[in-house]
């Protein structure tokens, strides 16, 4: 039962424009979410973190956006680089512990 | 300040033996929690340390087992190793016990044969 789904295996965005990565969860218990970047070979990075008392977060290029009555949550990066190109991951946890639920990531290709 | 840091980084096992993963996590971080990543899947939680007490465990059969020591260092260990155990394996820190920021090491890759 997959309780957080990235429902877009792959995006493709052109180098300066923005590039919107989405997540869907299904659980209303989950209050806080995590962004990840992930290059072959590597641990995930941690990008932004959410808690769902807030519907938005900004950290430079990186906008976290929560839409807790639709279960959503995305991410965008404006301007996208050709360096952000590796497999973004969603996750969630419902505050009991470090439990995170992954999605199963997309592939997002920033093109020159 | 060093992250999180895996050994070893890869291993090659044959069916039916056994493996220890050792992580050491942020210098003042006391919880650990265990991943598992398999191609085509996102990342599974196998279980969190948090001052040497398990805390919660996901749904992988009792060959996964791990333990924390007092310094925070974690182990996890999968005992009669079967093929689909290949992964990629993942520790990662956090400060507190809980809605934390989790920080991932660079992954412990098992192979088995």
């Known amino acids: 039962d997959q309780q957080v789904k990235q429902n877009s295996p792959s995006l493709s965005v052109q180098e300066g424009r923005i590039s919107i990565l989405n997540c869907d969860y299904t659980?209303?218990?989950?209050?806080?979410f995590l962004w990840y970047k992930k290059y072959p070979a590597e641990g995930p990075t941690f990008l932004i973190s959410?808690?769902?008392?807030?519907d938005k977060n900004e950290d430079g290029r990186f906008t976290v956006f929560l839409n807790k009555s639709a279960k959503h949550l995305s991410l965008h990066i404006v301007p996208s680089q050709p360096g952000d190109s590796a497999v973004y991951f969603c996750?969630?946890?419902?505050?009991?512990?470090?439990?995170?639920?992954f999605g199963t990531g997309t592939s997002l290709t920033v093109i020159p | 300040k060093a992250g999180v840091t895996q050994t070893p980084r890869y291993l090659i096992k044959t069916r039916g033996q056994q493996v220890t993963l050792s992580c050491s996590p942020i210098?003042?971080?006391?919880?650990v929690s265990w991943y598992q990543q398999t191609p085509g899947q996102g990342l599974q939680f196998l279980f969190e340390?948090?001052?040497?007490?398990?805390?919660n465990k996901g749904n992988f059969p009792g060959r996964f087992s791990g333990r924390q020591f007092s310094n925070s260092r974690s182990e996890m260990n999968v005992s009669t190793l079967e093929l689909g155990d290949s992964a990629l394996y993942l520790c990662?820190?956090?400060?507190?016990?809980?809605?934390?920021?989790?920080?991932f090491g660079e992954g412990s890759w098992l192979t088995v044969v």
């Open positions: 990662a820190s956090s400060l507190r016990e809980g809605g934390n920021t989790i920080y």
């Open positions: 659980n209303s218990m989950f209050d806080y």
């Open positions: 959410i808690s769902s008392i807030k």
């Open positions: 996750a969630a946890s419902a505050g009991d512990g470090n439990q995170f639920y």
């Open positions: 210098s003042g971080h006391r919880s």
């Open positions: 340390y948090f001052s040497e007490t398990q805390r």
